[in-house]
């Protein structure tokens, strides 16, 4: 498996206020990337990072920030908790963003619930 | 924008039955297509993956997948399941020039021993 662990793995939080997920990677690749899952869509991709502080939005970014100051770790922000982001999130992270040859893997999931 | 229909929601099987499970794309340019497989509680694990070269691609497990280009689709099959294949599987497409990667809404299949 790709070193990747995600924190927290799981995390019960009120509406309203601001939750961080961080994904921390050891095979330095350079893309990076936030996906949520949820019964019936799949997985939607929320952000994407291709280097350090370069950042895209996704399919369902409204209402999520990311950063990513160094290449090992790239942080999911929800400004403000809201019950339509209760989902499990998945980090992902590849080895080259173009052309032939990439692969995705994925981190073990984040299960968040706001209540 | 590229997209990812797998129509198939829930697939139940009987062990030893064969699988098909269909995955078609939007996106007229050059493609990379991935299947994944989420076991119960775990997190994506690579079936397997077509860049380039033979269109009919192996994969782990016994699996295998056919890309149809004139039909933009890729499904994907086992000519007999078991329990264990118990799983939500995810199609997924990658425009080659493009960093991002776009899934498919899952396929659940469920296996009767």
């Known amino acids: 498996d790709a070193g990747i662990t995600q924190s927290p793995r799981h995390k019960v939080t009120e509406t309203g206020t601001p939750v961080t997920l961080r994904c921390h990677q050891t095979e330095n690749h350079r893309y990076m990337y936030w996906y949520r899952q949820d019964p019936g869509h799949g997985l939607r991709l929320i952000h994407y990072s291709y280097g350090v502080k370069d950042t895209d939005k996704g399919e369902v970014s409204d209402g999520y920030s990311v950063s990513r100051s160094k290449t090992e770790d790239f942080l999911l922000t929800l400004e403000s908790a809201t019950s339509s982001q209760t989902s499990v999130y998945f980090c992902?992270?590849?080895?080259?963003?173009?052309?032939?040859?990439?692969?995705?893997?994925f981190g073990e999931g984040s299960w968040l619930t706001v209540v | 924008a590229q997209s990812v229909s797998q129509h198939n929601h829930h697939v139940i099987l009987s062990e030893a039955a064969s699988l098909e499970l269909g995955c078609n794309y939007s996106?007229?340019?050059?493609?990379?297509l991935f299947w994944y497989v989420q076991y119960p509680g775990q997190h994506l694990q690579l079936l397997l993956k077509y860049f380039s070269g033979d269109p009919l691609v192996k994969g782990i497990k016994g699996f295998e997948a056919e890309f149809i280009k004139s039909k933009f689709s890729f499904n994907l099959r086992k000519p007999s399941v078991q329990w264990s294949d118990t799983a939500e599987y995810f199609c997924?497409?990658?425009?080659?020039?493009?960093?991002?990667?776009?899934f498919g809404s899952g396929t659940r299949l469920s296996i009767r021993p």
């Open positions: 996106y007229g340019g050059t493609v990379n």
């Open positions: 992902a992270i590849s080895d080259r963003g173009t052309g032939a040859g990439n692969t995705i893997y």
């Open positions: 997924a497409v990658k425009d080659s020039s493009a960093s991002k990667i776009i």
